[in-house]
DNA sequence: ACATTGACCTGAGAGC
DNA sequence: TGCTCTCAGGTCAATG
């Protein structure tokens, strides 16, 4: 589920219902999605702290601690953010459980431990780190610095969407949906597209993901709440395509299945 | 530079 | 029912 719509959720649940709350304890039922530091010393860095600030860059959730440092989570391919009260309503797969003075439990699940939980001092040193591009979000993220990130490249649009280092926060699903909705083929080399290409696909980048934001991406019947135009809530080989009366089409593009409508998004050349 | 493949993981669903 | 196979919204390293 995670990219960036989803994380964007994750951050505000998380803004909502846990911030300024002093951490009781924190329990890591499984040390695998630890990343460089140990279930004890993850406990007794957060044990008592408050957390005071939120910060998404890409898929990557930040979270400010009242006394220095920063928790980072990052979800793979599975991972969730839930709360809850009551422990009976504990959820699967629950792997850190963040327990609040205030009586409620935050549970950072996943089930394929693909994500990652660790530390950071500084935030802006994390993201540099991780070597990723500006977050496709940011205002300041604008059609020039669009143009200036897919620069000297001559990939797939589509691999280039998902590269993080190139631009943060699209994944495979959104990845599709963008290019569905600029009508253009996932193949396209990206020094093939002219300006007015461009423009589409950068429009579509920030309508997409905005659009996913703010009808409720992961929430319950959150496809049936996105446009009637979109791919997304018609993502399998044979569907009718939301737009034409052509067919939907499964291929592999930088080794991820890709949906696309061969009539919508035709492949020029090559 | 870029594409491809396998690895890391678990579980759901299809097919037999 | 139960087995085996494939695939899944993410990255990373090795290879061509």
Not at 232 to 247: H, Q, S
């Amino acid at each position: 589920m995670p990219e960036l719509p989803d994380v964007e959720i994750f951050r505000r649940h998380l803004a909502h219902s846990s911030l300024k709350t002093r951490i009781d304890r924190v329990a890591v039922s499984e040390p695998r999605v630890l990343e460089g530091v140990s279930a004890r010393t993850l406990a007794s860095r957060l044990r008592g702290r408050r957390l005071m600030t939120t910060r998404r860059h890409g898929k990557h959730l930040l979270v400010a601690l009242d006394r220095g440092g920063w928790l980072t989570l990052h979800f793979g391919m599975t991972g969730d953010l839930q709360s809850f009260k009551d422990m009976a309503d504990e959820p699967a797969h629950d792997r850190v459980r963040f327990d609040f003075a205030d009586d409620h439990h935050l549970a950072y699940v996943n089930v394929r431990l693909l994500g990652r939980v660790g530390l950071t001092d500084d935030a802006d040193e994390f993201v540099r780190k991780e070597e990723l591009g500006p977050d496709a979000l940011d205002h300041g993220f604008d059609l020039k610095a669009f143009k200036k990130a897919l620069e000297g490249r001559r990939s797939a649009v589509k691999a280039a969407l998902m590269d993080q280092s190139v631009l943060a926060g699209v994944g495979n699903i959104y990845a599709d949906e963008i290019l569905f909705q600029a009508r253009l083929h996932p193949k396209t080399p990206v020094d093939r597209l002219d300006p007015k290409a461009l423009g589409r696909l950068f429009r579509a980048l920030k309508r997409v993901l905005e659009t996913a934001v703010n009808r409720g991406a992961g929430s319950e019947r959150f496809l049936e709440r996105l446009p009637s135009t979109y791919l997304l809530r018609r993502r399998e080989d044979g569907a009718p395509c939301p737009r034409c009366k052509g067919r939907i089409k499964a291929i592999k593009v930088s080794g991820r299945t890709s949906y696309l409508c061969p009539r919508c998004q035709p492949a020029k050349g090559t």
